[in-house]
């Protein structure tokens, strides 16, 4: 099992080129199953998430070619519905083919996906939107059984609570829906924009994606198209932290600043200088960090997904700061290994408070899941002496080739196989 091995110390400094969103490209891969003909991407992310959404789609029946930033997929026909939990195990994201699976095949067999490190992650609001579509399910040995004898009906749907997927999964069986479809308090994630955008291509007629009311009417059918998925903003905001708790001074690629608001406002209230170039950012991290408050919150506020990474920053802040998570129930597994670089945090329900130390020290710790994995990595990056980061296959889920991204910019990291 690989290990991560960081010197810490070192103010990074270059340009770093942000690569495609895990995010945007799991939900618009399971949406080429949607489609007659070859969807053709680029901007694909070389991650082991894309390898499993990719092993899926084959095991359903699709032809799937990878290429490093490419990928290219053809579902003429699906001989087997069938999301097994072998693969859905590995990465709850698989539930995504459940929308598409149903709209465009009448039925599927999905593994329930089971808990997850951050938090239990039901999808009982997936499940029910698609019943209110006139699907019948079933829960049968761990299976989501699901079948819809006279097809999806377009209907008006109320989540109960923003859903990332959940949104996506809706969105997918309801654009070969009949009639019109209506979500209201839909996520307005960037990634919900980017499927509904690829789906529009295919000859979806999708409306009002990004805000919290999304109108779908149904078509006959759609036609493969080619996309570039997205940048990933969470990558993004991961390498902003980066250059701040390091003091460096580094020029994030293809950042787009329109989706990291709310990351951009907090980072400068900790003392970075973010300096948006078009579809850049140049970050320059403070001589002295401000701690500062944070609540994590769905689109467009804080995202749970950087809460991890901001914690590190705060561990070496001038002060107090009260994190809050509000999205996920266990999502401070970092903490106890943050603790162990000496860090001070106390834990009191779904809030952290995190007092900032002169300095972190380098230690041996474990990864937990991947945004926790990235917060170990950032606290490496500042700490003195060596970190060795153990379990980095969580990291190799959301992040491409980190330690070559970091150590281009002047990081002393090195992979080892243990
Ligand atoms: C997506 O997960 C992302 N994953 C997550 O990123 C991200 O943390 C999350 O959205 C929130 O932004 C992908 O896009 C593949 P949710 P998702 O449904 O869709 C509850 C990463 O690090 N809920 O928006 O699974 C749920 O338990 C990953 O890249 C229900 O109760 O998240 C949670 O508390 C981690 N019932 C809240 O809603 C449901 O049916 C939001 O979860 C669905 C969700």
Request: proline content about 5%.
């Amino acid at each position: 099992m690989d290990k991560i091995i960081i010197e810490g110390g070192y103010e990074l400094k270059g340009e770093v080129t942000v690569s495609g969103a895990k995010n945007a490209a799991l939900p618009i891969m399971a949406a080429a199953l949607l489609a007659e003909g070859t969807t053709r991407l680029e901007n694909v992310p070389e991650l082991k998430d894309i390898a499993t959404i990719a092993g899926l789609l084959r095991h359903m029946g699709a032809r799937v070619e990878l290429w490093p930033g490419r990928a290219e997929i053809e579902v003429d026909q699906v001989d087997n519905p069938v999301a097994p939990y072998e693969l859905v195990k590995t990465m709850r994201a698989s539930v995504l083919v459940l929308g598409p699976l149903l709209a465009r095949h009448g039925q599927a067999q999905v593994s329930l996906p089971g808990g997850c490190a951050i938090g239990p992650r039901p999808i009982n609001l997936h499940l029910k939107a698609l019943e209110a579509m006139g699907a019948k399910i079933t829960l049968d040995h761990g299976y989501v059984n699901a079948e819809t004898p006279d097809g999806l009906k377009g209907t008006e749907f109320f989540f109960d609570q923003p859903t990332v997927t959940g949104t996506e999964n809706i969105m997918m069986a309801a654009v070969l829906a009949q009639g019109r479809t209506i979500l209201r308090n839909a996520a307005k994630e960037p990634e919900v924009v980017d499927l509904a955008a690829v789906l529009n291509r295919m000859g979806a007629q999708i409306s009002g994606a990004g805000g919290d009311v999304i109108t779908i009417d149904g078509v006959t059918s759609l036609k493969a198209t080619d996309y570039s998925i997205m940048p990933d903003r969470i990558e993004a905001g991961t390498f902003m932290v980066a250059a701040g708790i390091t003091r460096g001074r580094v020029l994030i690629k293809g950042a787009s600043p329109g989706c990291l608001t709310a990351v951009t406002k907090k980072l400068e209230q900790a003392g970075l200088v973010i300096e948006e170039k078009g579809p850049d950012l140049m970050v320059t991290g403070p001589e002295r960090i401000t701690s500062v408050d944070l609540k994590t919150k769905p689109y467009p506020g804080f995202p749970t997904d950087m809460q991890a990474q901001f914690m590190a920053l705060m561990c070496l802040a001038n002060g107090l700061s009260v994190v809050t998570e509000t999205i996920f129930e266990n999502r401070f597994m970092h903490v106890s290994e943050l603790k162990r670089m000496g860090a001070d945090i106390r834990l009191s329900g779904n809030t952290a408070i995190v007092t900032g130390v002169p300095f972190l020290s380098g230690a041996p710790v474990m990864a937990t899941d991947l945004r926790a994995s990235a917060s170990l990595i950032l606290g490496g990056l500042a700490a003195k002496g060596q970190t060795e980061v153990s379990r980095v296959y969580h990291i190799d889920r959301g992040y491409e080739r980190i330690e070559q991204k970091l150590s281009a910019l002047g990081a002393r990291i090195r992979r080892i196989r243990a």
